[in-house]
């Protein structure tokens, strides 16, 4: 199943709407109303109880594959399950299933507004536990398996490449290899750029952290100054974006990871870090040694300076996601301190990180020294995904509004 999620500001129109659709059957939900203008005035009773929510109305779409065959009293059972694992366990909603497209779908609105408390319903990560709800649905009702956005913006390993790692971490486990399996050159790649895209930079930043990190990145222009595309190489090896997948393309940087390209002002300086790219990886070396002012403490200064530029930018970014200068999590909180980027450990309140961003030179620099560890950094690495999927729903509800906001003036 294919799941859309919008959230809107009012109720009637899209009743109406849905009401007014080419074979449009109401089917369920837990509202007495029988037509638009009866559930309309059944939702204010819950838009009464925190009048000052500008976007009461939660509405999402479920599309079926055209293999499956759903009657009326399975898709209610579906949207039942799908909206009480929202998080939509106290809250009117109404279904309606319509069949004016190729694919069997169905329609849920719902008041974000819970009856019992008159409070919003928690949307942190909503596409993604959307996702994820919706994979455990299918094996649950026997559906067509869907790829979830990041399988398909993200190219997986070859098959070649899988049974390559499946025999070394058999020979690993077997005492027959004395290091554990590595990540595929591709995989690690994929990481770097995921990494240097997670606090949305401009595109000239993006490409000088992938050099500092010794990716060479090629990028040309048509003589009309459109993008012939970009491609990437690290230890010898050369990928395309389009190799890599749909997110890695020079469109697709711009599109799933809001990174920002404005012709006139980057294609100039594009040109010159892809002219001379060691000496950008040099500066990037020679900074990491004015860094180590102890001789006995060196390797470890590089570790940290290395982490807190990996660190910083999903800590950044994440703060962005959530639209908060504070987020506390189960382990960990982080927020800004002024222009500073602190990182807490809940557990002794330690300080493991005090980061500030550099902007000439389009990295993190940590104000004191940082105190992580491999396995903090890989946690929040770990984050990434879900991180870029919020950032990509607030995109998405900016362009929504934004076409709206067309509409109403061509009016």
Known sequence: MIGKQIKGRGFRGLLDYLQSSQESRLIGGNMSGRNALELSREFKVSRQLNPEVERAVYHVSLSAAKSDNLDDYQWCEIADKYMERMGFDCNQFTIFRHANTDDDHIHIVASRIRLDTGKVVHDSWDYIRSEKILRELEKEY??????????????????????????????????????????????RLQELIDRATADQPT????????????????????????????????DGQHFSGTHLGAAYTFPGLQKHKSVDYQPQRD??????LLANPVKQIQSHQQLLSNNHTNADNNKEEQIQFERTQTVAPILASLL???????????????????????????SDNKQLM?????????????????????EEVQHFQQLIP?????????????QRSLKNRSRGLSR
């Open 142 to 187: 026997e559906l067509v398996q869907v790829a979830g956005s990041r399988d398909k913006l993200a190219r997986t390993p070859t098959t070649g490449q899988v049974r390559r790692i499946k025999r070394e971490q058999s020979e690993y486990e077997r005492g027959e290899r004395e290091n554990p399996p590595h990540r595929t050159i591709k995989q």
């Open 203 to 234: 595109m000239p930043q993006f490409i000088e952290r992938l050099q500092q990190h010794g990716v060479e990145v090629r990028h040309g222009l048509t003589r009309n100054g459109k993008s012939k595309g970009i491609s990437y190489a690290i």
């Open 267 to 272: 294609d100039a300086l594009i040109l010159q």
């Open 320 to 346: 962005k996601s959530v639209d908060s200068n504070r987020f506390e999590g189960n382990q960990h909180t982080a927020y800004w301190d002024e222009n500073q980027l602190v990182l807490m450990r809940n």
């Open 354 to 374: 005090r980061a500030s961003y550099n902007s000439q030179k389009s990295h993190w620099e940590p104000v004191e020294r940082s105190q992580m560890t491999t």
């Open 386 to 398: 879900k991180i870029q999927s919020r950032l990509d729903s607030l995109q998405q509800d900016k």
